[in-house]
């Protein structure tokens, strides 16, 4: 069973990881800069990416920290009715291990590649992770996990 602060740590860093990300996301691919010299579509570009960054370890931590009476637990026992949290953990590897290796690799292309890595397994992590939260608790199922 998770604790408060497990539960309130990992949806506060999931959830500014993802506005962040989605906010950067559109300030990077959909608007544009009337300045032609622009290296930003929007001044407070740089500050979601920053912001991004770094919640990301937040965001690994708070995974790390559920990982062992929640997720593998549940993974173990079968995750009954809850395939959607297997799907999720699925993705949290891709997703981390991409996002990490777009900031740090030089080549264009490799970048570009693990960018559309990194966007593949966010969206299906995030789908996942909300028919996971979506879906009954172990609570309401009468269960204890």
């Known amino acids: 069973m998770m604790s408060r602060a497990q539960v309130a740590l990992l949806q506060l860093s999931l959830l500014g990881m993802a506005l962040t990300g989605v906010v950067f996301a ?13 290296v930003v579509n929007h001044p407070w570009q740089p500050h979601m990416m920053t912001a991004h960054v770094l ?3 937040v965001a690994v ?13 549940a993974y173990r026992g079968g995750a009954p009715n809850r395939l959607s949290g297997v799907w999720s953990m699925l993705f949290i590897v891709p997703m981390t291990i991409s996002g990490y290796l777009m900031q740090v690799t030089v ?4 970048r570009k590649a693990f960018a559309i890595s ?10 996942a992770y909300v028919a ?7 609570r309401s199922r009468g269960e204890g996990v």
């Open 61 to 73: 931590f708070a995974i790390g920290w559920v990982f062992g009476n929640h997720i593998l637990p």
């Open 26 to 38: 559109w300030m990077k691919y959909f608007m544009k800069s009337d300045d032609p010299f622009a």
């Open 118 to 127: 990194h966007w593949v397994s966010v969206g299906l992590f995030v789908v």
């Open 107 to 110: 080549a264009d292309a490799a």
């Open 55 to 57: 919640l990301g370890p």
């Open 132 to 138: 996971h939260l979506a879906g009954p608790s172990p």
